[in-house]
DNA sequence: GGCTTATATATAAGAATCTTACATGTAAGG
DNA sequence: CCTTACATGTAAGATTCTTATATATAAGCC
């Protein structure tokens, strides 16, 4: 699994991303996360929770509750339009930052 | 440039990175980090300072004092047995990162 | 001589994010 | 009844980043 110090900073675009596909309350996003990534990224719920909070305060996400037929309350988050605008730029930053890591230490391309 | 959030923890490669061409101190490592980024990296020395100390705390560099002839003083950092050791699962840690946030997110290969 | 820019290192205060540990509660299966 | 999976959260502490401040030498210019 990818080491603690490297993740930093990777939760808001994992999180713009699986919500891309479709509203999703925060225990399935870790999963889809965790799965999609073939468990090398994984978020502990203690981290997501106060990150989707954060996210939701800037505007990029948008929380409401949702009682299931079996009574359990889940929150389920959407991209905002503020979002899915966000979505992008952060992901070509991420392609500079990829860029300039490969001409810096040679690292090879998965 | 790469935005501040982004970034975190990428100092750790980078730095190894450019010691690994030889040894350097402080405030070249900024110019050689930017420059061979293309700007894209852009470490602030109070930043890279106290990362410097942190990382000589570890063991993966250790620094000296050396008074060039004009009589100004530099620390003069090199990559220690351990340090080089570090470098090649740090590499590996990274690309998997890449790898797991293009399986993630479709984030193009500059 | 005096001014500015580049070189060179460092600390302080505060923000953001991550970690482990703790806390709560429902649902399903054996 | 007990355990596992589901589902959300808080608290304390560590790490790393930011901006701002401080010090000091060297080189070039007027």
Redesign the interface.
């Known amino acids: 699994m ?2 603690p ?6 939760a ?3 999180i ?3 919500l891309e596909e479709g509203p999703l309350h925060g225990y399935e996003m870790a999963r889809r ?1 965790e799965k ?3 468990g ?2 994984r978020f502990t719920l203690a981290a997501l929770y106060p990150m989707l909070y954060r996210m939701e305060q800037r505007g990029w996400i948008r929380g409401a509750w949702e009682t299931s037929q079996s009574g359990r309350r889940k929150r389920c988050y959407r991209l905002t339009p503020a979002g899915r605008k966000k979505l992008s730029p952060l ?1 070509k ?18």
Chains 1, 2 share one sequence.
């Open positions: 990818i080491g110090g490297i993740k930093r900073g990777t808001e675009l994992a713009l991303s699986v996360i999609q990534t073939k090398a990224l992901r930053e991420w392609e500079e930052l990829f860029g300039a890591l490969k001409r810096l230490t040679k690292v090879a391309h998965a």
